[in-house]
């Protein structure tokens, strides 16, 4: 079953604007992560936030995370074209800390 | 290589014909997954090796999937009698677990399996 899921299911912005995707999920966590998938094939991790932490920053990225409401925002700001790509969040729960549960992505289009 | 790969990228089979899938993980990375995806869709969990440890198949969707992992090296994901539902591409992904629990997981290219 999936433990998080991403809205919106696809998001389509103008270069430069800042694009902001979120995830939703059920269970306790252990961390949230985000990662990026180009064209279908394989993914790329973008960024680690452990329970304990509300924000990290890295480059134009900013993640939330808001146990209370066991969500998580991803900010990437001053898009470019080359940011186009799904976006996923994953997360691993407090009884499970090796398997990472993926939700059924952001499609981001940045048009130029 | 420095990273996970996996062969074939593209393999087309006929309907109840057997395939088999590898992935060779990054070297001194314990943990190894391996997951599909459907088009369109999210990552589903098939199954998890960690070390010497009994693998987890939790995910394996019926008894014609079966995964093989020798120590820490090579992973084989056998799909047997394929049917077209088994189309999707098949993702592996290697771990450096720490103490912590699972970090980051590196990602392959993924092998892209159509079932005709």
């Known amino acids: 079953s999936q433990q998080g899921e991403e809205d919106p299911q696809a998001l389509s912005i103008q270069e430069g604007e800042n694009a902001t995707m979120n995830c939703s999920y059920k269970?306790?966590?252990?961390?949230l992560q985000w990662y990026r998938q180009n064209s279908g094939r394989g993914l790329v991790h973008l960024i680690l936030?452990?329970?304990?932490?509300r924000e990290k920053h890295s480059g134009r990225l900013r993640v939330t995370l808001d146990t209370s409401k066991k969500s998580s925002s991803l900010l990437i700001t001053a898009s470019r074209a080359a940011d186009t790509a799904s976006y996923f969040c994953?997360?691993?729960?407090?009884?499970?800390?090796?398997?990472?549960?993926f939700g059924k992505g952001t499609l981001l289009t940045v048009n130029p | 290589g420095a990273g996970v790969s996996q062969s074939p990228s593209n393999k087309v089979t006929e309907k109840g014909k057997d395939v088999e899938l590898r992935c060779d993980p990054i070297?001194?990375?314990?943990?190894l997954y391996w997951y599909r995806q459907r088009l369109g869709q999210g990552l589903e969990f098939l199954i998890y090796?960690?070390?010497?440890?009994?693998?987890?198949k939790s995910g394996l969707p019926s008894d014609r999937f079966s995964a093989e992992r020798t120590g820490e090296s090579v992973s084989t994901l056998t799909i047997q009698r394929t049917q077209q539902e088994d189309s999707a591409v098949y993702l592996c992904?290697?771990?450096?677990?720490?103490?912590?629990?699972?970090?980051?997981?590196?990602f392959g290219e993924g092998s892209r399996l159509t079932v005709l």
């Open positions: 090796f960690q070390g010497n440890s009994a693998p987890d």
């Open positions: 992904a290697s771990s450096p677990v720490g103490t912590g629990g699972t970090g980051e997981l590196f």
């Open positions: 070297s001194g990375h314990t943990a």
């Open positions: 936030i452990r329970s304990n932490e």
């Open positions: 994953a997360t691993t729960s407090a009884g499970s800390n090796y398997k990472l549960t």
């Open positions: 269970t306790s966590i252990n961390n």
